[in-house]
């Protein structure tokens, strides 16, 4: 609130410092008691993960505070000598990178042709691809669990990315081409005076200068696909369920196994929110881009 | 490409800017940019489009997908009471939880712009968007637990309740067996009457010691009643580590205080009542001559406040709305603080010079600025709050699942959760796909207002 206090003429301004001084107090309170009211669910989450099925069920978590002693890594101890959900670790990991890849690569040489390249038909395709953003993914659950399972790749891993390429392929492509129609023309020009092709234009011009458009694409799509529990739910089995659907099958006896689950659910978010930390200026970048142009 | 090419130097707007091509090189342009295009269109098409009019289809067929039925599994849909309650649950997701993740977003938005921490309250509130919806859903079920020993929303909202109401209560409390004490609905009373001017004790068993509050003292025996007095002591009849007589007053035996304690008049109206003090004496004074039977009321043994019982089909539907709102609110802040920075400022500060107040300049020049994002961010949560799914598998018990289920949920369900009728699936998914319609509607028309900027 300096901004009014310093443009005002004259009595009203020590009036309006004062003012403007409760106000700051006021709003930082507030904020910090709505910053914490957002924290306490993971807070809470992560210290049940850290106590006995014992304690769990019969105090709350916040009594750690006067009974540190409770604390224990016995849960994730248990949790990564339990093959079940070390095994579907690594199949999170073996469905979101190469989901993420195959979106990058498959998205970039689309955003490129719809940036770049003149053909009959570019508008009215990119509108399709427009509409696509927004089509809900159950349209496709039937159909493509019938397809997979005659093409005998229901329950494998390699029928999930298929799935996530293709419904994360309209946002990367419409996020994609209007990171590249924001390279300056002259740099495409001047390869191609140099007599470059348009692969190698793509390689070596747009590529390198898009690369914090790809990385906001790749860490949107990594954590997208990471997260994911409904297409997995359907699309896999027990032998290749990520980390969502494993946690999710211990929900039907809640209270008795909070252990496992709040351990597996923090588990399942440690790789997120580190990616998270590590590269949150992509990803906002993402989602402002993406929903904004 | 080994054309020449005119150079182009200071074209605006990229893209369109190639030189017009002719016959042959015009084909050859197609064919590269078919080959930059064909990964994404074979996707698109035949894991996308291609299921699209698949389900379309379907929809018009029955569960099996052996007979042609019409419109039968959209009339279904309407009439049958779970997916009724699913697509009514849609609606209420629809009013409430964009608006409100627009609103919290732009409040917050706002704020923040006036606190030195900003970077940090925006990671704190962003945070959750990273995280699975599952994981968000294991958090809000602990939390919305029953049991105020568990649950912290209830534990806190015990703890408030507790500060500030009456706080002897003693659950579990029974009458001593055979020392002429009743127990009815809750309330322990003499099992005869008693004539004022007399004494009634009151042993009591079965309290647990926590609920037995620090300023409990020894109990001590009543002096003895005057005339319109009834007296007597309310104690714990146990004695700590054992020993002691029943229906005696030991040492080592604590007061039961602050137990409400009543005269009931032969016609059943309380004639008069009095409090135990810390030995768990009373005294009920100004008693007409007669016999009375004394009482404690049910409320001294009642559990007390429990809290609520969010997670009850009541309750349901507004907590997973409301950790729908924990995960995307940050979501709506971001765009929107991205938003306000690009805002020109100084048609804020003119207006601050002419007199205008914050809520003024907020509300005439701030929000009609900010109204593109706000759409933006409006439309990408409609979108997002129609299919929503997870929150809705995780947080319900089985008991309140049927009260908690939207369209996406009794769409899984009735298809593949066991229903085995995937014919109503599909006319389930493209009534989702229907109720889009308007988003990308709205889509579309932005992405070409922009493009004729």
Redesign the interface.
């Known amino acids: 609130?300096s901004?009014?206090a310093t443009?005002?003429r004259g009595k009203k301004t020590l009036a309006r410092s004062i003012l403007g001084f409760v106000?700051?107090g006021l709003?930082?309170a507030?904020?910090v008691i709505?910053?914490i009211f957002?924290?306490?669910?993971?807070l809470?989450?992560f210290l049940?993960s850290l106590r006995t099925v014992g304690d769990?069920?019969?105090?709350?978590?916040?009594t750690v505070f006067t009974t540190p002693a409770q604390l224990t890594i016995e849960n994730y101890a248990s949790l990564l000598s339990n093959p079940t959900i070390t095994g579907s670790f690594w199949n999170t990991i073996l469905i979101a990178v190469p989901t993420t890849v195959f979106v990058v690569?498959?998205?970039a040489?689309?955003g490129?042709?719809f940036?770049?390249?003149?053909?009959?038909g570019?508008d009215w395709?990119l509108?399709?691809?427009?509409?696509?953003?927004?089509?809900?993914?159950?349209?496709?659950?039937?159909?493509?669990?019938r397809?997979f399972g005659t093409l005998g790749i229901f329950g494998s891993i390699f029928g999930v990315i298929?799935?996530h390429?293709?419904?994360g392929?309209?946002f990367a492509?419409f996020l994609l081409r209007n990171f590249f129609?924001?390279?300056?023309?002259?740099l495409?020009?001047a390869a191609?005076?140099d007599?470059?092709?348009?692969w190698r234009i793509?390689v070596q011009v747009i590529l390198p200068l898009g690369g914090p458009a790809i990385a906001s694409l790749a860490i949107f799509q990594f954590?997208w696909t990471?997260?994911?529990?409904?297409v997995a739910?359907?699309f896999t089995n027990s032998g290749s369920q990520p980390l969502?659907v494993a946690?999710?099958s211990q929900?039907r006896q809640?209270?008795s196994n909070?252990d496992v689950?709040?351990a597996g659910?923090?588990l399942?978010?440690i790789v997120?929110?580190i990616?998270?930390?590590a590269f949150?200026r992509f990803?906002?970048q993402a989602?402002?881009a993406g929903?904004?142009? | 490409m080994t054309q020449l090419v005119a150079p182009v130097a200071n074209s605006p707007a990229g893209g369109d800017k190639r030189r017009p091509p002719h016959g042959s090189s015009r084909r050859r342009m197609f064919m590269i940019a078919l080959g930059f295009l064909a990964p994404a269109l074979v996707f698109l098409g035949a894991l996308v489009l291609y299921p699209i009019v698949y389900t379309v289809v379907r929809s018009f067929f029955s569960a099996g997908g052996g007979e042609f039925v019409g419109w039968d599994n959209y009339v279904t849909m309407f009439t049958n009471d779970s997916t009724f309650t699913a697509i009514r649950n849609n609606v209420l997701w629809v009013l409430v939880a964009p608006a409100a993740c627009t609103i919290l977003g732009l409040i917050f938005a706002v704020l923040l712009e006036k606190i030195k921490w900003a970077t940090a309250f925006k990671l704190i509130i962003f945070m959750p968007m990273a995280i699975s919806m599952l994981a968000a859903g294991v958090i809000f079920r602990g939390m919305f637990q029953e049991n105020p020993n568990l649950g912290v929303v209830n534990a806190a909202l015990v703890t408030v309740n507790s500060a500030f109401g009456q706080d002897a209560a003693y659950p579990g409390a029974a009458g001593r067996d055979g020392l002429g004490l009743v127990q009815d609905r809750g309330v322990i009373a003499s099992e005869s009457t008693v004539e004022s001017g007399s004494e009634q004790n009151f042993p009591l068993v079965g309290i647990r010691v926590d609920s037995v509050p620090a300023a409990a003292a020894q109990a001590e025996p009543a002096v003895n009643a005057r005339a319109g007095q009834l007296v007597g002591t309310v104690w714990l009849d146990v004695v700590r580590g054992g020993g002691g007589t029943s229906g005696q007053i030991d040492d080592g035996k604590t007061g039961l205080p602050g137990i409400l304690v009543d005269a009931v008049a032969a016609d059943g109206t309380i004639a008069a009542s009095a409090t135990t003090d810390a030995a768990g004496r009373y005294v009920i004074d100004g008693l007409a001559e007669g016999a009375y039977r004394v009482a404690l009321p049910a409320a001294n043994f009642d559990e007390g406040y429990q809290g609520v019982s969010w997670l009850s089909s009541t309750f349901i539907t507004g907590v997973i709305i409301l950790s729908y709102i924990w995960i995307w609110a940050g979501f709506s802040m971001v765009m929107i603080s991205s938003g306000l920075s690009a805002i020109d400022r100084s048609l804020q500060e003119a207006a601050r010079m002419d007199g205008a107040n914050e809520w003024n300049v907020f509300t005439r020049i701030t929000a009609p600025l900010l109204s593109p994002v706000l759409i933006v961010v409006f439309v990408t949560l409609i979108i997002n709050v129609l299919k929503i799914f997870d929150l809705v598998y995780v947080i319900p018990p089985g008991s309140a699942k049927p009260a908690a289920n939207v369209i996406a949920v009794e769409m899984w369900t009735v298809s593949f959760g066991g229903g085995n009728n995937q014919g109503l699936g599909s006319a389930l998914a493209i009534l989702l796909l229907i109720l889009v319609l308007p988003s990308m509607i709205i889509n579309i028309r932005r992405f070409r207002e922009e493009r004729q900027q």
């Open positions: 609130m901004g009014p443009h005002v106000d700051k709003v930082n507030v904020l709505v910053a957002w924290l306490v669910p993971t809470g989450l049940s769990s069920a019969s105090s709350g978590w916040w690569i498959f998205g040489l689309a490129y042709a940036a770049w390249l003149k053909f009959p570019r395709l509108i399709v691809v427009i509409v696509l953003l927004a089509v809900p993914l159950q349209v496709a659950l039937i159909p493509l669990a397809m298929l799935f390429v293709a419904f392929l309209p492509i129609t924001q390279i300056p023309a002259e495409l020009e191609r005076i007599g470059a092709s348009d793509f954590l990471w997260n994911d529990m409904l739910l359907i969502t946690i999710q929900l809640f209270g909070i689950l709040s659910a923090f399942s978010m997120p929110l990616v998270f930390f949150q990803f906002v989602l402002l929903s904004q142009k």
